[in-house]
């Protein structure tokens, strides 16, 4: 019998057909890198630099309104633009390329330069997941666009530019990869099963409870079990449900729980500001229904032992595939077993606790 706790095996992931090597016993190795916890990182409420606080100029010279919640503008140096024409480049099938539009966008959490995800409560994330939701259907209603991809890189690990919480929200015209994966993997799976692949897969994970992290009524975040990042996390909507033009005020406030309670807990895993890249999968935006498609969300967080050592994809993984040491379920273990506090750097904690 296979031992997934301790033999070397792959998982494969239902959602890209792609498979991720897990090697348990590689955590009994020596180690001698660092593990030391850094320095908190203060953020002042108002930065006078920042180009992203109210009232600032942005880098393209644009000045910022003096916004009270959220606040979206097109992105001053956006990867896609609207009206870009159309044009292809082939030669011989193998230097082919194409033109792509598209529209992207910038969305301030808060007027609050250090109010992090973690930091803020649900009521106040509850108009961040409204603006998405806004944003969604905004995008969706133009022909010209078939997909509207909302992620957050936080962090300067993960290449964030700017410190003050924000998203951005790209769309184009053409299908992305990993849309076009986890579409044709879906799709296969009902017409093969009949049924909805994370629907399924949900009820797998909340009967056996090996890798669910938490849930509410509307959402669960579980350490998905083909996890290819130490602290992966995956969030799915309970109902069968595609985007966000069709979440239900309930659910915007499960939404809006959900991400402060798992925010605070990755916070709170090595006790720093917690990078990662996150970002919502919904269907196409090209007029079908896609009942295939499930609403869901991806956390990939890159550190691995604390607060200064990261998951890097090298050797094996860059020229083979993923492989990781920590198995998910103790990943999940570890995220489930956090107090819900809220993390503000220094000495501690503060904020009440919670137990749920």
Same mark, same amino acid.
């Given at each position: 019998?296979?031992?997934?706790?301790?033999?070397?095996?792959?998982?494969?992931?239902? #959602?890209?057909?792609?498979?991720?090597?897990?090697?348990?016993?590689?955590?009994?190795?020596?180690?001698?890198?660092q593990?030391?916890?850094?320095a908190?990182?203060?953020?002042?409420?108002?930065?006078p630099?920042?180009?992203?606080c109210?009232?600032?100029?942005?880098?393209g010279?644009?000045?910022?309104?003096?916004?009270?919640?959220?606040?979206?503008?097109?992105?001053d140096?956006?990867?896609?633009?609207?009206?870009?024409?159309?044009?292809?480049?082939?030669?011989?099938?193998?230097?082919?390329?194409?033109?792509e539009?598209?529209?992207?966008?910038?969305?301030?959490?808060?007027?609050?330069?250090? #109010?992090?995800?973690?930091r803020?409560?649900?009521?106040?994330?509850?108009p961040?997941?409204?603006?998405?939701a806004?944003?969604y259907?905004?995008?969706?209603?133009d022909?010209?666009?078939?997909?509207?991809?909302i992620f957050?890189?936080?962090?300067?690990?993960?290449?964030?530019?700017?410190?003050?919480?924000?998203?951005q929200i790209?769309?184009?015209?053409?299908?992305?990869?990993?849309?076009?994966?986890?579409?044709?993997?879906q799709?296969?799976?009902?017409?093969?099963?009949?049924s909805? #692949?994370?629907?399924?897969?949900?009820?797998?994970?909340?009967?056996l409870?090996?890798?669910?992290?938490?849930?509410?009524?509307?959402?669960?975040?579980?350490?998905?079990?083909?996890?290819?990042?130490?602290?992966e996390?995956?969030?799915i909507?309970?109902?069968?449900?595609?985007?966000?033009?069709?979440?239900?005020?309930?659910?915007?406030?499960?939404?809006?729980?959900?991400?402060?309670?798992?925010?605070?807990?990755?916070?709170?895993?090595?006790?720093?500001?917690?990078?990662?890249?996150?970002?919502?999968?919904?269907?196409?935006?090209?007029?079908?229904?896609y009942?295939?498609?499930?609403?869901?969300?991806h956390?990939y967080?890159?550190?691995?032992?604390?607060?200064?050592?990261?998951?890097?994809?090298?050797?094996?993984?860059?020229?083979a595939?993923?492989?990781?040491?920590?198995?998910?379920?103790?990943?999940?273990e570890s995220?489930?077993?956090?107090?819900?506090r809220?993390?503000?750097?220094?000495?501690?904690?503060?904020?009440?606790?919670?137990?749920?």
């Open positions: 019998m296979l031992d997934l706790k301790k033999q070397p095996h792959r998982r494969l992931n239902p #959602l890209t057909q792609e498979w991720v090597l897990v090697s348990p016993h590689r955590t009994e190795r020596p180690w001698q890198g593990v030391e916890r850094q908190a990182s203060q953020q002042p409420a108002y930065d630099q920042c180009y992203l109210p009232g600032n100029s942005r880098a010279g644009a000045r910022n309104p003096a916004y009270a919640s959220t606040f979206v503008f097109d992105n140096f956006a990867a896609l633009r609207p009206g870009t024409p159309a044009g292809e480049m082939r030669q011989d099938d193998l230097l082919v390329a194409e033109s539009a598209g529209a992207c966008r910038v969305v301030c959490f808060s007027p609050r330069h250090d #109010l992090t995800l973690a803020l409560d649900a009521a106040s994330i509850l961040v997941v409204d603006t998405w806004e944003q259907s905004a995008l969706a209603s022909p010209a666009i078939r997909y509207v991809q957050e890189n936080r962090g300067e690990t993960m290449g964030c530019s700017n410190p003050h919480p924000h998203c790209w769309s184009g015209a053409s299908l992305p990869t990993e849309h076009v994966k986890e579409l044709a993997s799709r296969d799976y009902r017409n093969r099963r009949g909805c #692949l994370l629907c399924d897969y949900l009820k797998t994970e909340t009967a409870r090996e890798r669910v992290v938490f849930e509410n009524e509307s959402f669960a975040v579980v350490v998905p079990f083909w996890a290819v990042w130490p602290f996390t995956l969030l909507a309970k109902r069968h449900w595609s985007g966000l033009d069709q979440i239900t005020s309930h659910e915007r406030q499960g939404l809006a729980e959900a991400l402060s309670r798992l925010a605070i807990r990755y916070d709170n895993l090595f006790q720093t500001s917690f990078p990662y890249t996150m970002g919502f999968h919904q269907r196409p935006t090209d007029g079908p229904e009942p295939e498609w499930h609403f869901h969300g956390f967080p890159p550190l691995l032992r604390s607060a200064s050592v990261r998951k890097f994809m090298v050797g094996y993984e860059m020229l595939m993923p492989q990781r040491d920590i198995t998910p379920e103790s990943a999940a995220l489930r077993g956090l107090a819900e809220h993390y503000l750097g220094g000495e501690g904690t503060a904020g009440p606790a919670e137990s749920r």
